[in-house]
């Protein structure tokens, strides 16, 4: 699981550590626990016909309580729910200025009560639906240094990325960036982590790229626990952190070094540039560019299963691969996606207490979701 300096969204991105090189290589981590395997069961979306099947851009996903697949779909400024099945049962939103309708929504929160809020600072702030997609209102203001990323807790509270200014008269700005828990608020209540740079517009694509997109985590909503893969290099190592922001431990393992093909470089380049000026509101004039790290990471994503088991993602494997871990940081088991195709080092993965699903970040033809069991 940020441009629009003057809305700021993209500022809440804008941090990152001094880049070293990999220069050993080491052998993944050998266990004899189990290793599962994943299949996918069921795909939603079509290139052509019914709006209902047609998914533009993912901006979020994720299972309702009920066990819904969400899609928040950033170009139909709506968010489609399906059935396990694959069969749509409602489309909430949709683009327009009036009651309940969407300009640009950047993330969505699925309440554990059912209901939905969807943020779009263009339109000012969180927009809540309830279970059967009725428009009930705004119910928080913010235009701003908005919210990313977003995992409820309660019906009240999430974690999620932000950031925040730094000014002080006479100095460079600065911005920090941070992973925190939210009354729903502006403010964080707890932050896990953070860290603070000199902001640098030259710089800033790579900034999104090391401190955003790879970095890693996410939270277990039973029992607070929050789990970060800051961006590290090659370095397994994943921070455990309690409900209150206490560090706990960390979840250290070895990887192997493997560098990125120049077509993934490529890729992730392509996606940045055009991400960023999608979020600028595809202005022409906007310019950004960014330089990625030549290395695959070795944890890739972060998710929490029904169990609340740890599921991180080998970056520098070929197909889907996780390594599964209590929240005490014990390896139990592996998972390996069946008969993957190559393009699926590219699929992104929301694995939580609904199920597993996926999509292809950069697909050749149109997009899809993939239900996995």
């Not at 699981?1 to 990152?16: D, E, F, H, T």
């Not at 800033?204 to 626990?225: C, H, I, Q, R």
Request: charged fraction near 25%; aromatic fraction near 10%.
């Amino acid at each position: 699981m940020g441009g629009r300096m003057s809305k700021s969204l993209i500022v809440c991105i804008a941090v990152l550590l001094a880049l070293g090189g990999c220069k050993q290589e080491s052998d993944p981590t050998e266990s004899s626990v189990e290793t599962r395997t994943l299949r996918i069961v069921d795909s939603i979306g079509v290139e052509m016909g019914d709006s209902a099947y047609v998914i533009g851009s993912i901006a979020a996903i994720g299972h309702t309580p009920s066990g819904a697949i969400a899609i928040l779909d950033r170009p139909s400024a709506n968010v489609k729910l399906y059935d396990r099945n694959g069969n749509h049962i409602s489309t909430i939103g949709g683009r327009g200025e009036g009651p309940g309708q969407l300009t640009s929504p950047d993330a969505m929160v699925l309440w554990p009560c059912g209901d939905i809020s969807i943020l779009d600072p263009y339109r000012g702030g969180y927009f809540r639906y309830d279970s059967q997609g009725n428009y009930i209102g705004r119910d928080l203001e913010i235009t701003r240094n908005v919210h990313l990323d977003i995992i409820a807790m309660s019906d009240s509270e999430f974690v999620s990325v932000k950031s925040r200014f730094l000014l002080n008269e006479g100095e460079t700005p600065r911005i920090s960036l941070f992973i925190g828990r939210f009354p729903f608020s502006i403010e964080p209540e707890t932050v896990y982590w953070e860290t603070v740079l000199v902001y640098d517009p030259a710089t800033f694509g790579d900034d999104v790229l090391k401190n955003y997109f790879y970095m890693s985590w996410t939270a277990d909503p039973e029992t607070g626990d929050v789990y970060i893969f800051p961006f590290n290099e090659c370095d397994y190592r994943i921070l455990r952190y309690d409900s209150h922001g206490a560090l706990l431990g960390e979840i250290v393992s070895e990887a192997p070094v493997v560098e990125k093909t120049q077509l993934e470089i490529d890729q992730e380049r392509d996606f940045i540039r055009g991400w960023l000026t999608a979020l600028e509101g595809g202005e022409p004039q906007y310019s950004v560019d960014c330089e990625p790290y030549p290395y695959r990471l070795p944890v890739s994503d972060l998710d929490v299963d029904a169990q609340g088991n740890i599921w991180a993602r080998r970056g520098t494997e070929d197909i889907p691969y996780f390594d599964i871990w209590t929240p005490e940081g014990e390896l139990i088991g592996h998972a390996v996606l069946e008969d993957a195709s190559p393009e699926s080092r590219n699929w992104s993965f929301t694995i939580d207490r609904g199920g597993i699903v996926a999509f292809d970040q950069y697909p050749e033809d149109f997009q899809r979701i993939f239900v996995i069991e």
